[in-house]
């Protein structure tokens, strides 16, 4: 079975632009999580989205939104880039919100210049 | 709050040589604790996870790790590396209701042959 998708690879943006990121999670797999990962740190956790419906949001301003479709893939929306949006977003997929391991894609590489 | 230590930065060992990165936690019920592998460029992997039972447990790739209650730390050990062990490892907590992950700030594996 194939694992955690993202899509896509590396993007490099301007300043104030917008950017959507999208993850497809492990087949059977209805829990998606999108982390934020700066250079030289851990991921930091955005939000996670079960059965369509947000279930937790990390310590991120309002320009960062998502949303998961009936089809359990997930998109991740920027508004007005900032340079410190630079980052890898990580996606990671888990059968349940919480008791459940949760398995990451291999990330999108953005760079806001 | 949740948080998690990892307090080694950067670790060089010899091939051959045994290994054992140290990780603290910090969480106020039963945590749930992961270890995850990094590789330049990619996403996470997942070694290995503890929920309950035994505390010592066994990961891919010949890791193993220890869940200490007393000492709150749940501390990867390799009995002998191989030069592919070279990565960025990063300890994760989570548990119980809790839908998000914490992680380290992590520590980077470099293996002399």
């Known amino acids: 079975d194939a694992g955690v998708t993202q899509s896509p690879t590396h993007l490099i943006k301007t300043r104030g632009q917008h950017v959507t990121l999208r993850c497809s999670p492990i087949?059977?797999?209805?829990?998606v999580s999108w982390y934020q990962q700066v250079l030289g740190q851990g991921p930091q956790f955005i939000f996670q989205y079960y059965e369509k419906e947000e279930r937790g949001r990390g310590n991120f301003p309002d320009r960062f939104s998502a949303r998961q479709f009936p089809n359990y893939s997930s998109e991740l929306n920027v508004n007005a880039l900032l340079l410190g949006d630079s980052a890898l977003y990580l996606c990671?997929?888990?059968?349940?919100?919480?008791?459940?391991?949760?398995?990451f894609g291999p990330g999108t590489r953005l760079l806001v210049l | 709050a949740q948080s998690v230590t990892q307090p080694d930065i950067h670790i060089t060992v010899s091939e051959g040589a045994s290994l054992e990165l140290r990780c603290n936690y910090s969480?106020?019920?039963?945590?749930?604790l992961f270890w995850y592998v990094q590789s330049p460029g990619q996403g996470l992997q997942l070694l290995l996870k503890?929920?309950?039972?035994?505390?010592l447990v066994q990961g891919i790739k010949g890791f193993e790790a220890e869940f200490k209650r007393s000492q709150s730390s749940f501390n990867l050990r390799k009995p002998s590396v191989h030069w592919s062990d070279a990565a960025e490892y990063f300890c994760?907590?989570?548990?119980?209701?809790?839908?998000?992950?914490?992680f380290g700030k992590g520590t980077l594996l470099t293996v002399n042959p």
């Open positions: 087949s059977g797999h209805k829990s």
């Open positions: 994760a907590v989570g548990g119980g209701s809790n839908y998000k992950l914490t």
């Open positions: 990671a997929s888990s059968s349940r919100t919480a008791q459940e391991t949760q398995y």
């Open positions: 503890y929920f309950s039972g035994d505390t």
């Open positions: 969480y106020g019920a039963t945590p749930y």
